[in-house]
C-alpha cells in the first residue's frame, strides 16, 4: 500500500474526472492521499473534497507562492479551521526564494506565525521550500517542532541530514523518474531509507512518462520502480517501509 504524501486533488485540474483519478489510484495500490492547501480561500473546498472520500487527509496552509493573496487575517482564520477541522498537519508552508520578486520579509511572517499554531497544537508541517534551505532550517530550530515533511526536496546532502535530525522526512516525486536527475538519485539512494516519502505533487511536477502532462497520484507506482532500483529493494518491502515512514510522521493510519 502507497500513501501520495502531496498531491491537490482538490484542484480544478481534476474537476472531470476526480472520482476516476482516485480510483485508479487504488486499484494501483495508492490507497491513501495526503492534501495540502495553499490558500484560505480554497480551504472549504479543499475540506469539501477530502469529506467526500476515507483515503483522503487534509493538511491547511499558507503557500509561500501565492504570498499576494494572503492576509494577517488568514492566521487568526487557520487556528480556529485546525481547531475545527483537525487537519493531519499545517501546510503546505514555507518559503520559495526561487520565485520572481519573492517578498522575503512577508514569507518569513506567515511561515514563522504558522510554525507557532503548529507548535501550539503539536501538528507536523509540510513544508514547501526552494533556494532558501538555509533560512528554513534556522526557522525550524528556532521553532522547536516535532517535524513533518520537507516536500519534494531539492538541497544538499548536508542539509537533507539536518531536516532528518530536526525529525522531518524528505518528499521525492516524479522529479527521481528523470534520466538527468543526478542529485535527487544521489540522494534517494544514500539517505537513510526512514528519511524517504514518496509524492506527486499532482497535478504538477509530472514524472519522466508523463511530461508535459497532467500529473496524477495514479503516477507515484513509477516513482516507487526508480526508487525500489536504486535502493535495490523489492516493491512490497520498500512500500511497507515507507508506509511506516510516513505514518511516523503524520496523524494517520
Known amino acids: 500500500m502507497l500513501i501520495d504524501t502531496h498531491c491537490h486533488i482538490d484542484v480544478d485540474a481534476f474537476n472531470d ?28 473546498h479543499l475540506l469539501m473534497i477530502c469529506q467526500q472520500y476515507d483515503d483522503l487527509y487534509p493538511a491547511l496552509g499558507l503557500h509561500p507562492v501565492y504570498q499576494d493573496s494572503h492576509q494577517p487575517s488568514d492566521i ?11 487537519p493531519v498537519a499545517v501546510g503546505e508552508i514555507g518559503l ?14 506567515y511561515l514563522d506565525a504558522q ?30 517542532l516535532d517535524g513533518g515533511i520537507c516536500h519534494a526536496f531539492n538541497g544538499s546532502l548536508q542539509q537533507a541530514h539536518q531536516y532528518i535530525n530536526l525529525g522531518f522526512k524528505l518528499g521525492f516525486g ?26 506527486t505533487d499532482a497535478p504538477d511536477m509530472s514524472g519522466a512518462l ?4 497532467r500529473n496524477s497520484p495514479e503516477y507515484l507506482p513509477e516513482v516507487l520502480e526508480v526508487l525500489c532500483s536504486l535502493r535495490n529493494m523489492d516493491k512490497t518491502t520498500l512500500s511497507e517501509q515507507l508506509y511506516t515512514n510516513l505514518t511516523s510522521c503524520l496523524p494517520i493510519q
Request: proline share 3%.
Open 17 to 44: 474526472d476526480r472520482d476516476d483519478v482516485i480510483n485508479n489510484a487504488h486499484a494501483l495500490g495508492v490507497m491513501k492521499l495526503i492534501v495540502p492547501a495553499i490558500q484560505s480561500s480554497s480551504w472549504d
Open 210 to 213: 508523463h511530461n508535459g502532462q
Open 96 to 109: 520559495d526564494y526561487y520565485i520572481q520578486f519573492a517578498n522575503k520579509e512577508k514569507q518569513q511572517f
Open 174 to 199: 516524479g522529479m527521481l523518474t528523470y534520466g538527468r536527475s543526478h542529485k535527487l538519485k544521489m540522494l534517494a539512494q544514500s539517505l537513510p531509507l526512514d528519511s524517504i516519502v514518496l509524492e
Open 76 to 86: 487568526d482564520q487557520l487556528e480556529a479551521y485546525i481547531q475545527l477541522h483537525q
Open 115 to 144: 510554525l507557532a499554531l503548529a507548535r501550539q497544537y503539536k501538528l507536523p508541517v509540510i513544508l514547501h521550500v526552494r533556494k532558501a534551505h538555509d533560512q528554513m532550517l534556522k526557522s525550524l530550530k528556532n521553532a522547536k
